[in-house]
């Protein structure tokens, strides 16, 4: 961290520096272990709300096609539905990305809740105007879209804040505790987001399936209310605090980020196109399997069993970030990756029974485990790490959109892919694999030779090294921090006369 402010250009307030506190190692500033923690569990933990909204709506999908048959399956907005909340989520990521840098990482988080809150629940009523389909479908495609505006916020504005306040915690620990409490988050809220529903047609049954996929979706206000409280509570990071900008220099900041983040963003673009493509249509694959044989609950509990690996993939992940770092993680998991889904590819045609679908679960779960071990875990650890703190959030934000955009990407071309293979029902369950496994050994080579390595003090080095550059190019450092830090931490150096 950088020692001094550059003299001021105020020839009246003669030599200021920073007090000796500001330049205090993060993990060294006098706080107990639950002030350095629950800011870390209050900004993460919010998205386990993306995690379940975006897995619901695979099993509705499911529900709704058994309620309306061929009048869903044929129905033009049909993708809509699935897809619209990415599109939402791109918005809110850029948007709340500019936000939470020139305004309050605190607010935004605040805003983007109450979205959550609002639309969630409006979703579970959707009713189209005259009760028909059409009508429900398009009510229910515009409050997804809300909805994902809402998610998007808790991207940039939640993982920038938990990454800086985890910087406060024991060195060692650090990448285990933003993963614990960011993807680990997103990972539960997919196992819940086909747990729910299973549970609700089971309540319901299948003779009121119509009350089943409402509360479902409506069970998502349930985690954001849960933390409004923690986050009105919060405080702004220390280290946003210290670094934070007024004016931001954008030629410079382009100048000496946009490769990093082109990098950044092909890497989640890939991951989102592979994993919440895959994640939508997991329930419909299962059911291709089973056929109509089986109850509807017995294709979402197979669903709800391949969505169960994610966890113990994230968990592990989250260990494995500390001990060799985000970088070779990433490379790991995507490697790994690549050679189970070219083993499922080979597989399918055994595994495309009932006979057998345990077997296609636990190779699928693997597929999905080993993702989160590698990418899942660390792609947002390595978008909040790799650039300062004064612009990251805006940086976070354009690569998780790039994230989203190739989810959204995803649901639209996986159909095609199947749909490639024609009639063959086994080669339209291989295809996607041969895609998704090609583009994990591509990934694994973009991060291997192109990706910094990533270290535990990477946040403040990446402070240092900024304000170095923006010296060098000319820009006055001595207006960053917020001016209640600049005032607390300014000492004034005259000398005094004797009298």
Request: charged residues 15%; hydrophobic residues 45%.
């Amino acid at each position: 961290m950088d020692k001094r402010i550059e003299h001021s250009s105020d020839p009246e307030e003669g030599s200021r520096h920073l007090h000796p506190s500001s330049s205090i190692p993060l993990d060294q500033v006098p706080k107990s272990r639950w002030e350095r923690s629950w800011p870390t569990i209050a900004c993460g933990a919010g998205l386990f709300s993306d995690g379940y909204v975006q897995s619901v709506i695979g099993s509705v999908n499911t529900i709704l096609g058994q309620i309306y048959g061929k009048a869903f399956t044929n129905s033009p907005q049909r993708k809509n539905v699935n897809a619209i909340a990415f599109a939402g989520t791109v918005v809110g990521q850029l948007v709340f990305g500019v936000l939470s840098d020139y305004w309050s990482r605190k607010n935004s988080l605040l805003i983007s809740t109450i979205i959550l809150i609002i639309f969630s629940a409006l979703s579970a009523g959707a009713y189209g105007a005259g009760g028909t389909l059409g009508g429900m479908l398009a009510a229910l495609t515009a409050y997804r879209f809300l909805v994902g505006i809402g998610v998007g916020g808790e991207y940039p504005a939640g993982s920038v804040g938990a990454a800086e306040s985890s910087a406060e915690l024991k060195r060692g620990h650090r990448n285990r505790w933003f993963i614990f409490f960011t993807n680990f988050q997103i990972d539960l809220g997919f196992v819940s987001g086909t747990l729910v529903p299973m549970i609700c047609v089971l309540i319901f049954t299948d003779n009121h399936l119509r009350a089943a996929w409402r509360v479902a979706l409506g069970l998502a206000v349930v985690p954001p209310l849960s933390l409004l409280w923690l986050r009105i509570k919060l405080k702004e990071p220390e280290e946003y605090n210290r670094q934070r900008m007024a004016k931001y220099p954008y030629m410079l900041i382009i100048k000496f980020y946009w490769f990093r983040l082109l990098v950044v963003s092909i890497i989640w673009f890939i991951y989102d196109f592979l994993t919440y493509s895959s994640g939508i249509y997991s329930s419909s694959w299962i059911h291709l399997i089973l056929g109509d044989s089986y109850p509807l609950w017995v294709s979402l509990g197979w669903s709800t069993l391949i969505n169960a690996f994610y966890v113990p993939g994230a968990f592990i992940g989250a260990f494995t970030s500390d001990w060799i770092g985000p970088k070779y993680a990433l490379v790991a998991g995507f490697t790994a990756q690549g050679v189970v889904g070219f083993i499922m590819s080979g597989l399918y045609g055994y595994l495309n029974t009932p006979a057998h679908v345990a077997g296609f679960v636990v190779v699928y779960g693997i597929f999905l485990a080993v993702g989160e071990i590698g990418p899942g875990d660390n792609i947002g650890l390595v978008a909040t790490k790799t650039c300062a703190t004064a612009v990251r959030v805006q940086y976070y934000g354009i690569a998780a959109a790039m994230g989203k955009i190739g989810a959204f990407v995803g649901s639209y071309v996986f159909p095609i892919i199947q749909a490639a293979a024609g009639d063959d029902k086994v080669k339209a369950g291989q295809y996607p694999f041969y895609v998704s496994s090609s583009l994990c050994f591509f990934s694994a080579a973009i991060a291997l030779f192109l990706l910094p390595n990533i270290g535990q003090d990477t946040i403040e080095e990446e402070d240092i090294r900024f304000r170095a550059y923006l010296e060098e190019n000319g820009f006055d450092t001595s207006t960053m921090g917020s001016k209640e830090f600049r005032e607390a931490n300014v000492v004034d150096h005259e000398p005094k006369l004797d009298h």
